[in-house]
């Protein structure tokens, strides 16, 4: 059971009673200060601290000290001027949020922060078969039509696989595929195998599209839908339709590609949703680049929170950062700097501000 070391905040408190912070099993430990803070990280051993701006940068610096290890995110409540974001940047903060949030944008941070799957990004395992034996496979790409796989024995065109997906708490399915082609690679195969017709197999074509293109999580007041894979011009968000009724969040972190067919096919979606209002989460490095390129590809809705990319000069790490758009718009678009996790150096914006935050200049104005 994680321990979180939490800063007697109301609006933090009240989001981590929310019904998804239940799977992570947190333990919480409430700090009423700086000082309380300080005395109880040494005590309680946390293994993240969710700190109020309030009680200190010196005081996350501090703690950063004593344990690196520890994960820490700052909260502020306000705007933040540019000594304000360098403060944040020399606390040594793994991540920084601006009150008010909602649970989801709270949850998805801390997730990460644990090291925990994110809500939607349920895993899954495969299990691959050539006549009844196993073959020794991981998956590099998995699609509605096909997949594309890594294996160790040697397979030719045209042999017939037998796969097995088990998604984590739910039934098995088996598809069969033939391999489509087949390259030698370092010792291994990289093999194409496209899935036989799934007509009489409809739970295997529901399976497939939850875990490669869109998954719909109906909640109380709002409905998650978690978007995944490439938009390209095979990409038909026809389906998806119906579902989008009252206020909708979407979940964009695994949207890897988009061309401009698919571009131009998720804009006509978006006009087509009745949607009493919707906006974006998490979303990916691919989609902000179109939508700081293309509007229409939030339409009427807004991004709440995007993955950016961070690099470190010094050792040449590189990672995606889970941003809060509200965090950015305190700082008037500067990009906050964190310490790299591989040698403790700077780890910085990796992109020009101007180009990769365009898509929030309408609420910067």
Known sequence: MPKVLVSNNPELLRHFTAPPFKRLGLELVVARSGDDAAAMFDREEPALVVLDVEHGFETAKA????????????????????????????SGCDELLISPMTADELYDVISIQLGEPRHG??????????????LDATVSNLSVDGVRLMITQPVTEGQVL????????????T????????????????????????GDQPRAALL???????????????????????????????????AMVGRVVFDTAQVTYMNSLGVRAWCEFLRQARIQGYEFHACS?????????????????????????????GCDHQEERLLQSAAILASNL????????????????????????????????
Not at 122 to 128: D, G, I
Not at 289 to 295: E, G, K, N, T, Y
Not at 338 to 346: E, V
């Open 63 to 90: 703690l950063k000290i004593k344990n690196p290890t520890t994960r820490l995110i700052l909260v502020a409540g306000k705007l933040l001027t540019g000594d304000e974001m360098r403060l944040v940047s020399s």
């Open 121 to 134: 990004a349920e895993s899954f395992a495969v299990a691959v078969e050539l006549e009844g034996n196993k």
């Open 162 to 173: 037998q796969l097995t997906i088990s998604p984590e708490g739910e039934p098995a399915v």
């Open 175 to 198: 598809i069969k595929g033939s391999v489509v082609w087949a390259q030698p690679r370092e010792g291994k195969t990289v093999a194409g195998v496209a899935f036989d017709k799934l």
């Open 208 to 242: 497939l599209a939850k875990l490669t293109q869109w998954q719909v999580i109906k909640n109380s007041d709002h409905s998650r839908v978690v978007l995944r894979g490439d938009f390209t011009e095979a990409t038909r968000f026809d389906e998806l339709l119906p």
């Open 285 to 313: 490095v691919p989609f902000i680049l179109q939508a700081s390129m293309v509007r229409d590809v939030i339409g009427r809705g807004t991004v709440t929170s995007f993955f950016a990319p961070f690099h470190c000069i």
């Open 334 to 365: 500067e990009p906050p700097a964190f310490k790299c996790p591989s040698c403790g150096g700077a780890l910085e914006f990796d992109d020009l501000p101007e180009r990769y935050f365009a898509f929030l200049e309408d609420e910067a104005d």
